[in-house]
């Protein structure tokens, strides 16, 4: 029998309540004081019965981000059985992400579910659909900078430092030295469309003796988590949006075919969830509208508008 792993849950809400440990876990759990730098807290009206009832409160706290605020709270340690049921404890508007605590320990915290609602600063880096190529107004990310920025003048901020052509594995190499100055909440990272590509030479019916771009994936979106995570940043992964492929099988020497696309998504989906990492799909927003798509591959301006929408869906 596997033994249960040690799991370490920052708390600043309800789960201290002794009262709720026990009704949860059958036990007060062992926790040490600690502090999250980089957050403050807002309420959040409760309807869950269930969860009304094990704590006595219908409002309780979701963490959001605030530069020069500090959260106080504990660290809870838990069993696999405890996690799992501290999961089940959380309503659906939360989501428990990794976060760097004040002490330099990494640990699992419940974040707001919606990962861009609760953002300050905002770093996208990508390829050229983030950087908005075919778009004269900017493409979705400066629609969500105009949005974003405008909620709040004094403490909004948001980069795009996406670079048309962009890989993953570009993406991950140049970042690290990216984050410091413009000091990150929530890096959005959306690129891997060209992870997918294959050179002519090597069009679908030669995939196979190809170098697949997308065998590494789990590893350039790792060493980018461990980038977010050393800026105590959060972690938003946006997957490739919906290709045409009748118009994309000789676009400046390459190959995109929409079976490798769905495979890129499935892949970095995948990732996302085995690693509790927001994942974003880009792909159901314009699938099927290839009139929203230049040349098969890059949004038009509606199409980029439709982009934003769905984005606004998660920040508002």
Known sequence: MTASRPHSLFSFGTLKDERVQTALFGRAVPTSPASLAGHTTRPLPITDESVIAASGLDVHLTLERAIGSAVEGVVMRLTDEELAAADAYEVDDYARRRVLLTSGESTWAYLDAKPLRAAER???????IAYGRCDPRGGWAAR???AHIAG???????????????TLADVSEQTPALLAARRPDTLLVAAGINDSALPLAAAPDRAADHGDGTARIAEHLGSLAATALGHNARLVVAGPTWVDEERTRDYEGLCFTRERALALRAAV?????????????LWEPLRGRGDLLVDGLHPDTVGHRVLHRHLDALSS
């Open 122 to 128: 905002i770093v996208i880096v990508g390829d050229s």
């Open 144 to 146: 969500l900078a105009g």
């Open 152 to 166: 709040d003048e004094a403490a909004h901020r948001v980069f795009n430092l996406s670079v048309p052509g962009s």
């Open 269 to 281: 989906r995948a990732w996302c969830e085995e690693q509790y990492v927001d994942f974003i799909d």
